[in-house]
């Protein structure tokens, strides 16, 4: 076990935390990284975009003119993919895009991209963050004391004053701890946990 500082809301040291060392010591995977945001980016895709094919097109089925002797080709009805405004030929139908990977796979990359945080001194750790009201202003005076004007801010329980606040400020994101991933890790040039959220965290990906 290692011991992380946690700041108060004046960016002074408060206390500290015990983190696993299987995270701290966690390497950078630039393929489990790489995996689990292409993993997390096609999970998210709609994949509800579609053609009719000449089945499903709403035009009569009536044959145009006779088979033979008018010179021209073969024609069954305007459904034709050959014609316009006819069915489309291997056009795209509703899929899903999610690409499923293994369980470890997934812990390892959140650990790897944890810790490279932690290295590149882009992680904060605060005691507690309890807001007075749901004031942005407020908020982004918090965020700037902690030179963290841009962050990725990690809860344990979404309090309604967090969210409210955090909306409307460009290039900060609230977000709870089982609602974590690597994508939104990345996005962010500072991540800012709370204590209990941290804590949660560290029994998740521990083992």
Do not use: C, W
């Amino acid at each position: 076990m290692a011991n992380l500082n946690t700041l108060d809301l004046n960016n002074k040291p408060s206390g500290q935390i015990e983190l696993n060392d299987q995270i701290l010591e966690t390497e950078y995977h630039p393929q489990a990284i790489k995996q689990a945001v292409v993993g997390f980016l096609a999970a998210n895709r709609q994949g509800t975009h579609s053609t009719k094919t000449r089945a499903e097109v709403s035009y009569s089925t009536k044959k145009l003119y006779r088979q033979k002797g008018t010179g021209n080709a073969r024609s069954g009805s305007n459904k034709s993919p050959l014609r316009r405004h006819g069915g489309i030929t291997f056009g795209p139908s509703p899929r899903d895009y999610s690409i499923r990977s293994n369980k470890k796979f997934r812990k390892l990359a959140l650990r790897s991209a944890i810790a490279e945080k932690i290295r590149q001194n882009q992680l904060v750790i605060l005691e507690e963050l309890k807001l007075e009201d749901h004031k942005t202003k407020n908020l982004k005076k918090v965020l700037e004391t902690l030179e963290a004007p841009k962050a990725l801010i990690v809860t344990e329980n979404m309090s309604r004053e967090l969210m409210l606040a955090s909306r409307n400020l460009q290039g900060v994101h609230a977000i709870n701890q089982q609602s974590l991933n690597v994508y939104e890790l990345l996005r962010f040039p500072k991540v800012i946990f709370v204590k209990d959220a941290m804590e949660s965290l560290n029994a998740r990906l521990s083992g």
